[in-house]
């Protein structure tokens, strides 16, 4: 069974190398995995996903992969070889792109007799709200019907789980398989400011409707002057997850 520690992803969405192996030096005993994004691997490149693994970080590749599927497969053979624990693609990507994303993880992973990442489809990101979906993206219906759409339609294409908001978990949960992951952004302690996500939970909240994991970035990585260090804050919200799971239990 994962631990807390296990649970937490702590997203390094700064703008230099320097400053997020600092931050992997910190928390690298405390948190689980590290989020490599595109604001990083655009400032400082693919090298630094081994940077943080050599300095004993696994690393959840958020590259959010989004294209043709022979373009997501290459990318996804890519992201195996340099050894990530996880990385995502687009489930709006069609059921196409996710199979070939995951063939060509299972293909690298056995031609260099490595472990396959997992493969998570992201849903609708936690920036996105019922306007901006209907209106702006016209896509119609409510977001959780579409959410939970794309994660039944991720399961389809053999991923192993999928990325999406607190706000549905609970009713992802109720339309996959148990085994299936959920990755949670969107997640935001009550002394943290809620910043530009808009479908947002506590930790608590959302291991106790069933996360699997927990990405924070701005509240470990810049936490409240009161909160005090990266370290404090990651513990704060590693004895809340503790906490939900202990509850959980009973």
């Not at 690298?108 to 702006?136: F, Y």
């Not at 959780?144 to 009713?171: C, N």
């Not at 409707?209 to 927990?214: K, T």
């Not at 990651?234 to 202990?246: F, G, Y």
Request: charged share 25%.
């Amino acid at each position: 069974m994962m631990q807390a520690r296990d649970r937490l992803i702590v997203a390094l969405d700064v703008p230099t190398e320097d400053e997020a192996l600092s931050l992997v030096v910190q928390l690298r005993e405390h948190v689980g995995l590290f989020k490599i994004g595109l604001e990083l691997l655009s400032s400082a490149g693919v090298g630094v996903v081994r940077k943080v693994s050599e300095l004993g970080g696994a690393v959840f590749l958020d590259g959010k992969f989004h294209d043709i599927p022979n373009t997501v497969a290459g990318a996804s053979r890519a992201a195996t070889r340099l050894a990530v624990r996880m990385f995502n693609v687009h489930a709006m990507g069609g059921i196409d792109m996710m199979r070939a994303a995951l063939k060509a993880a299972d293909s690298e992973a056995s031609a260099h007799g490595g472990r396959r990442p997992l493969v998570l489809g992201v849903t609708i990101l936690t920036s996105i709200d019922q306007e901006s979906m209907n209106r702006q993206l016209r896509i119609p219906g409510d977001i959780e019907t579409q959410v939970v759409h794309l994660a039944k339609l991720a399961g389809e294409a053999g991923l192993d789980g999928v990325i999406a908001s607190p706000v549905e978990i609970e009713a992802i949960r109720r339309c996959v398989p148990r085994e299936r992951l959920i990755v949670t952004p969107g997640v935001r302690p009550r002394w943290a400011a809620a910043q530009d996500q808009k479908r947002i939970m506590t930790p608590r909240e959302a291991i106790l409707r069933g996360a699997s994991y927990l990405v924070l970035g701005r509240p470990i990585t810049a936490p409240p002057p009161d909160i005090g260090s990266p370290v404090d804050a990651a513990k704060r919200v590693l004895e809340e997850i503790a906490a939900a799971l202990e509850s959980k239990e009973d």
